[in-house]
């Protein structure tokens, strides 16, 4: 089992910067994606960034490229989502979730494929 923990979610005001925390325990695996998602009420769940642990490998969705900066501290077992111009369209809940597994990232963006989340953390942009 893995156990994933949000925190840094809050208020925010637009332009502004928010860095969300993903601390994993637990089992641990060699070949792990980590992704963030975020659901906003009435919306799908969407992969917004993601990192494989061990080769650093990176994706980020057309929505928050340039702005969105994912990253790992190997040491620490984080990873993070550094949110920086935040738009009123960010507001969402966000969730870290593992997948065990190598591919491409395009057989990793559906929430179906992991296995392991967290509680969320709510991030809110005011205009």
């Known amino acids: 089992q893995v156990q994933l923990v949000e925190s840094g979610g809050g208020l925010v005001q637009t332009g502004g910067s928010l860095r969300l925390s993903c601390a994993a325990s637990?089992?641990?695996?060699?070949?792990?994606?980590v992704g963030w998602f975020r659901q906003a009420p009435g919306k799908e769940r969407e992969l917004v960034a993601g990192?494989?642990?061990?080769?650093?490998?990176?994706y980020y969705a057309d929505s928050v490229k340039g702005r969105f900066t994912i990253s790992r501290d190997g040491a620490k077992n984080t990873v993070y989502l550094q949110m920086n111009s935040v738009k009123p369209e960010d507001t969402a809940e966000y969730y870290c979730?593992?997948?065990?597994?190598?591919?491409?990232?395009?057989?990793?963006?559906?929430?179906?494929?992991?296995?392991?989340w967290g509680q969320g953390t709510q991030v809110t942009v005011s205009s």
């Open positions: 990192i494989t642990w061990s080769a650093n490998s990176q």
């Open positions: 637990g089992r641990t695996f060699s070949n792990v994606i």
């Open positions: 979730a593992a997948a065990v597994g190598v591919g491409r990232w395009s057989d990793y963006v559906k929430s179906s494929e992991y296995t392991y």
